[in-house]
């Protein structure tokens, strides 16, 4: 059965400052993963999806990396601001049999980023 | 715009009721998807449907039912038999076949058992 973790748990750093989320994943035989971002009481907005035969994805300042033979992703923000305070979710979905077309959360990265 | 349309946004059930989420999309993808989020935990899934007429069990089924009788819409049904219904629910949507742009999501539905 997939697992996916998400570490740290919370994370609050200065406004400016780059950081990064890991998301690891137990079973490699992955179709693709996805970054989400929620904002408490809220639905999710999705941010980057990588497919399994990808390395990464840029969007804006940005960037997610996937190694799908270690079961990692990395998720980079450059220059935090405030506003990216939320929380951040990963995610796989399977591929194959009946993992095909379902999608395992990690518990997700409460980010702070105080001005 | 496309997009995918929960209702309502906050629901109160009785101890013994059914009720019924609503969940709408324009965005004519085949799958959808239903989740459970419960404080510091990740989303966990009740129940999927990859295409009309057809639905599986996800890995937290029980006390729910679904009906996917248009491609547009997946309602949920918490019935009586969900002893902690207490949760937020999300509705997702996607084309199972693998699209770049990956799975949308609804704003959420707020449960709260009264």
């Known amino acids: 059965k997939q697992e996916v973790t998400q570490i740290p748990a919370a994370l609050s750093v200065p406004e400016g400052e780059n950081l990064v989320l890991n998301c690891s994943f137990t079973d490699s035989a992955i179709y693709n993963l996805q970054w989400f971002r929620q904002d408490p009481g809220k639905g999710l907005t999705s941010l980057l999806l990588?497919?399994?035969?990808?390395r990464e994805q840029t969007s804006g300042r940005l960037n997610a990396s996937l190694d799908k033979s270690s079961g990692r992703s990395t998720l980079y923000i450059a220059a935090s601001q405030p506003g990216d305070s939320a929380t951040y979710l990963c995610?796989?979905?399977?591929?194959?049999?009946?993992?095909?077309?379902?999608?395992?959360f990690g518990q997700g990265t409460i980010l702070t980023v105080h001005p | 715009d496309g997009g995918i349309t929960q209702s309502p946004k906050y629901l109160f059930r009785k101890e013994g009721q059914n009720v019924t989420l609503s969940c709408e999309q324009n965005?004519?993808?085949?799958?959808m998807y239903w989740y459970r989020q419960d404080p510091g935990q990740g989303l966990r899934l009740i129940y999927y449907?990859?295409?009309?007429?057809?639905?599986q069990k996800g890995d937290i089924a029980e006390g729910y039912s679904v009906s996917r009788e248009k491609k547009e819409s997946f309602p949920l049904t918490v019935t009586s038999a969900q002893k902690n219904p207490t949760a937020f629910y999300l509705c997702?949507?996607?084309?199972?076949?693998?699209?770049?742009?990956?799975?949308?999501f609804g704003s959420g539905t707020r449960l709260t058992v009264v």
């Open positions: 995610a796989v979905e399977g591929a194959g049999g009946t993992s095909y077309g379902k999608l395992t």
């Open positions: 449907s990859q295409i009309v007429n057809d639905f």
């Open positions: 997702a949507s996607g084309d199972y076949r693998g699209p770049a742009d990956g799975y949308t």
């Open positions: 990588i497919q399994s035969s990808q």
């Open positions: 965005l004519n993808h085949d799958a």
